[in-house]
T-cell receptor, first 113, second 111 residues
Framework: QKEVEQNSGPLSVPEGAIASLNCTYS??????FFWYRQYSGKSPELIMF????GDKEDGRFTAQLNKASQYVSLLIRDSQPSDSATYLC?????????????FGKGTLLTVNP | DTAVSQTPKYLVTQMGNDKSIKCEQN?????MYWYKQDSKKFLKIMFS???????INETVPNRFSPKSPDKAHLNLHINSLELGDSAVYFC??????????FGPGTRLLVL
């Protein structure tokens, strides 16, 4: 069973701080990694994806990937109360199941004004 | 314009009943999925279709039967509903690169 572990929340940060969300995965063959944001009572929303080792920046979001360590993270700079949500890490499965995303249980982030 | 839509949004029914959930996407994607999110918010894939062909079938009771009449539609039929089927069911679609777009969800409550 391929597993995805995320830092257990809830994570609480003050407004304007950097929020750091971490994820480790067991499928060594995973090549693509996705971060989703899910507001309470809403559906998951794709916010970032990363394929290559290193950093990928998009606005206030930075995804970091280290395939050797099987580790992916999401940094949110200048956190806003509107960032308060559950963040889901989802590596894409390797091999014949490469359409399959395995989701972590998510980290609940609360940004305090 | 809605990209991935599902009907109904809410479904309250008795144990033993049969129900269906419909999903449509207008993104032109080739692949569609059904996910189940349980009360602990764990999101797990159930099925996936690519161009109307079943490509992923996770360990799901055979009371659950997906059907894809065309690549823009994926329906989920559930027979003999049980209490444990209560969850939010999300439909999603993706193109080859894998990023999935989710529908608004169907909240199923089995009494």
């Amino acid at each position: 069973q391929k597993e995805v572990e995320q830092n257990s929340g809830p994570l609480s940060v003050p407004e304007g701080a950097i929020a750091s969300l971490n994820c480790t995965y067991s499928d060594r063959g995973s090549q693509s990694f996705f971060w989703y944001r899910q507001y309470s009572g809403k559906s998951p929303e794709l916010i970032m994806f990363i394929y290559s080792n290193g950093d990928k920046e998009d606005g206030r979001f930075t995804a970091q990937l280290n395939k050797a360590s099987q580790y992916v993270s999401l940094l949110i700079r200048d956190s806003q109360p509107s960032d308060s949500a559950t963040y889901l890490c989802a590596p894409q499965a390797s091999g014949g199941s490469n359409y399959k995303l395995t989701f972590g249980k998510g980290t609940l982030l609360t940004v305090n004004p | 314009d809605t990209a991935v839509s599902q009907t109904p949004k809410y479904l309250v029914t008795q144990m033993g009943n049969d129900k269906s959930i419909k999903c449509e996407q207008n993104l032109g994607h080739d692949t569609m999925y059904w996910y189940k999110q349980d009360s602990k918010k764990f999101l797990k894939i159930m099925f996936s279709y690519n161009n109307k062909e079943l490509i992923i079938n996770e360990t799901v009771p055979n009371r659950f039967s997906p059907k894809s009449p065309d690549k823009a539609h994926l329906n989920l039929h559930i027979n003999s509903l049980e209490l444990g089927d209560s969850a939010v069911y999300f439909c999603a679609s993706s193109q080859d690169w894998g990023g999935s777009y989710f529908g608004p969800g169907t909240r199923l409550l089995v009494l």
